[in-house]
Each structure stands twice: as C-alpha cells, then as structure tokens.
Nanobody
Framework: VQLQASGGGLVQAGDSLRLSCAAS????????VGWFRQAPGKEREFVAT????????YYADSVKGRFTISRDNAKDTVYLQMNSLKPEDTAVYYC????????????????WGQGTLVTVSS
C-alpha cells in the first residue's frame, strides 16, 4: 500500500483546508485510516481516525468540532476537512493505514504517507 497525502498549504487563522490521502497499490477500503501531525520539535500526534466502513470516527480533543474525517472507498481516498484553523495546527500532516485495528496509537499503523505541510499564520 502506498499513501499519498496532499492538500496542505499556507493559510490564515480561521481559514479552511481539505487534506486528501490517496491510496495506490492496493485498496484501503478495508483499512482503518488515521491522520497524524508533527509540529517542529514535537512528537507526532494523533489527529483523527476512521473505520473502513466510515461508520466510526474519533478525534483528538484539540481538533474536535473543527476537523472532519471522511472517506470515499470507491476512490480509495480519505479526507480531512479542517475548519477554523489555528496557528497551533501548523504541522506536517501524515495519513496512515491500519489493516487490523482501530487505534489512536501511531505504532499500530502499518503504512504511512509522506506528509503534507500545513502552515497557519496568525
């Protein structure tokens, strides 16, 4: 499985962005997919995750109510809609796929994309 994250950019506080995570090599329609982020000098942290069916989602408290994770299994793509962005959301955002589990622990994810940079100016 290869994952390609895209959609990052430079925005102002309060703006919105939508990140995409496209899979190739194998379908991810039966994988849990998560988004993580890593700010400069900090550890990679969990942002959101979605079950293969899309029926269950879970968010970090820091993004709850502002970010929405969704998926289109027909396109093998998972999205992260980010609204009301804050400067503290600045980070490289990574998507990852987990074949067997349902976790916020990055160690449980089997495949990772290369990351896309989101910069939010104040």
């Amino acid at each position: 499985v290869q994952l390609q994250a895209s959609g990052g950019g430079l925005v102002q506080a309060g703006d919105s962005l939508r990140l995409s995570c496209a899979a190739s090599g194998r379908t991810i329609s039966d994988y849990t997919v998560g988004w993580f982020r890593q700010a400069p000098g900090k550890e990679r942290e969990f942002v959101a995750t979605i079950r293969w069916s899309g029926s269950n989602t879970y968010y970090a408290d820091s993004v709850k109510g502002r970010f929405t994770i969704s998926r289109d299994n027909a396109k093998d793509t998972v999205y992260l809609q980010m609204n009301s962005l804050k400067p503290e959301d600045t980070a490289v955002y990574y998507c990852a796929a987990d074949r067997l589990g349902w976790s916020i622990n990055r160690g449980e994810y089997d495949y990772w994309g290369q990351g896309t940079l989101v910069t939010v100016s104040s």
